[in-house]
């Protein structure tokens, strides 16, 4: 990190406005056309933060993979030249976040990435993108999960669902068996697994973690649904819960990544930044319902972008 670029974080982290100069995140992702999810996510939420996103696409899609038909176009060939002219160009940034990763071999390209450019102060969200619902997805293999393990070790912050961490603690196989046993269990009672769960991410990693939209219901008839977020080191804990509206929507686990991204190289509290992330995307999920947007268009969070200032 460059000397002016530290006293840029230091200043954030006291409040102070220090002008023109811009702290800057590297972000690993791929770009959708359609579906509000990855960098057409995370740039716009990095920027309104006061931080200069600079992508480096992993693939181009036509439209996100949930759609029924997409144009796709893998970038690894490409990220090396990019990275090359980076380099050149003495390109050092304050932060890295680690997105949509295609394969074991990208996910080692973006270890590169890593050691190419990193400082010991950088600092390093991964979102270790595997699966959810208990599910892996088709891009899943053991290679990538290996190579993600190994992303984790080298971040400050990851922030995977519940299907991810379990994957990077166990593999394909015992997830599943653990996703069934959690799956039976009393809220209370999954409530204290899962933080057993997030301890240990958070002692095998060495790092700071975030496990995102953990489905929370209850057998209260009084009592709403709530979708939870489990923040996590080597030492304490902490729940954020928001009301649980509407389904599961493309998008809002890069949204949430992305706010949580800015707040870090700025240096804020991680607990205030992931209240800040959920409020924000709780009112985009909201304004979602209320038009009957297709969860596979995104969410409407254009809008409430000003609240993240």
Same mark, same amino acid.
């Given at each position: 990190?460059?000397?002016?670029?530290?006293?840029?974080?230091?200043?954030?982290?006291?409040?102070?406005?220090?002008?023109?100069?811009?702290?800057?995140?590297?972000?690993?992702?791929?770009?959708?056309?359609?579906?509000?999810?990855?960098?057409?996510?995370?740039?716009?939420?990095?920027?309104?933060?006061?931080?200069?996103?600079?992508?480096?696409?992993?693939?181009?899609?036509?439209?996100?993979? $949930?759609?029924?038909?997409?144009? #796709?176009?893998? /970038? !690894?060939?490409?990220?090396? =030249?990019? *990275?090359? %002219?980076?380099?050149?160009m003495d390109f050092r940034p304050d932060g890295i976040y680690t997105g949509f990763l295609a394969g074991d071999?990208?996910?080692?390209?973006?270890?590169?990435?890593?050691?190419?450019?990193?400082?010991?102060?950088?600092?390093?969200?991964?979102?270790?993108?595997? $699966?959810?619902?208990?599910?892996? #997805?088709?891009? /899943? !293999?053991?290679?990538?999960? =290996?190579? *993600?393990? %190994?992303?984790?070790?080298?971040?400050?912050?990851?922030?995977?669902?519940?299907?991810?961490?379990?994957l990077l603690l166990y593999g394909k196989e015992e997830m599943h068996c653990r996703w069934k046993y959690l799956?039976?269990?009393?809220?209370?009672?999954?409530?204290?697994?899962?933080?057993?769960?997030?301890?240990?991410?958070?002692?095998?990693?060495?790092?700071?973690?975030?496990?995102?939209?953990?489905?929370?219901?209850?057998?209260?008839?009084?009592?709403?649904?709530?979708?939870?977020?489990?923040?996590?080191?080597?030492?304490?804990?902490?729940?954020?819960?928001?009301?649980?509206?509407g389904g599961s929507y493309s998008g809002t686990g890069d949204l949430f990544a992305s706010v949580l991204s800015?707040?870090?190289?700025?240096?804020?509290?991680?607990?205030?930044?992931?209240?800040?992330?959920?409020?924000?995307?709780?009112?985009?999920?909201?304004?979602?319902?209320?038009?009957?947007?297709?969860?596979?268009?995104?969410?409407?969070?254009?809008?409430?972008?000003?609240?993240?200032?």
């Amino acid at each position: 990190m460059s000397a002016d670029n530290k006293n840029t974080a230091a200043a954030y982290r006291l409040g102070i406005d220090i002008g023109s100069t811009t702290v800057k995140i590297a972000v690993l992702n791929d770009l959708s056309g359609l579906g509000k999810c990855s960098l057409t996510a995370a740039i716009p939420v990095i920027s309104v933060m006061g931080v200069q996103a600079c992508p480096l696409p992993t693939a181009v899609l036509s439209a996100q993979t $949930g759609f029924p038909s997409y144009y #796709y176009d893998d /970038y !690894t060939a490409h990220m090396e =030249e990019i *990275m090359d %002219q980076w380099e050149k160009m003495d390109f050092r940034p304050d932060g890295i976040y680690t997105g949509f990763l295609a394969g074991d071999v990208q996910a080692e390209m973006a270890l590169e990435f890593i050691e190419r450019f990193a400082d010991s102060d950088t600092r390093i969200l991964t979102d270790p993108i595997l $699966g959810d619902n208990g599910m892996e #997805y088709p891009i /899943y !293999t053991e290679a990538l999960c =290996e190579k *993600m393990r %190994q992303l984790a070790e080298k971040a400050s912050m990851i922030t995977p669902n519940l299907t991810e961490a379990l994957l990077l603690l166990y593999g394909k196989e015992e997830m599943h068996c653990r996703w069934k046993y959690l799956s039976g269990l009393e809220t209370e009672a999954f409530m204290v697994e899962i933080r057993k769960t997030g301890q240990k991410i958070a002692e095998n990693f060495h790092t700071e973690a975030v496990i995102t939209g953990i489905d929370l219901y209850t057998q209260s008839a009084d009592k709403e649904a709530e979708m939870a977020n489990l923040i996590v080191n080597e030492s304490i804990w902490e729940w954020v819960t928001a009301k649980k509206e509407g389904g599961s929507y493309s998008g809002t686990g890069d949204l949430f990544a992305s706010v949580l991204s800015a707040g870090m190289v700025k240096g804020a509290d991680t607990a205030e930044t992931v209240k800040k992330a959920v409020n924000f995307i709780s009112r985009a999920i909201h304004d979602t319902v209320l038009e009957g947007t297709n969860r596979n268009e995104g969410v409407c969070f254009e809008k409430h972008l000003g609240e993240l200032l």
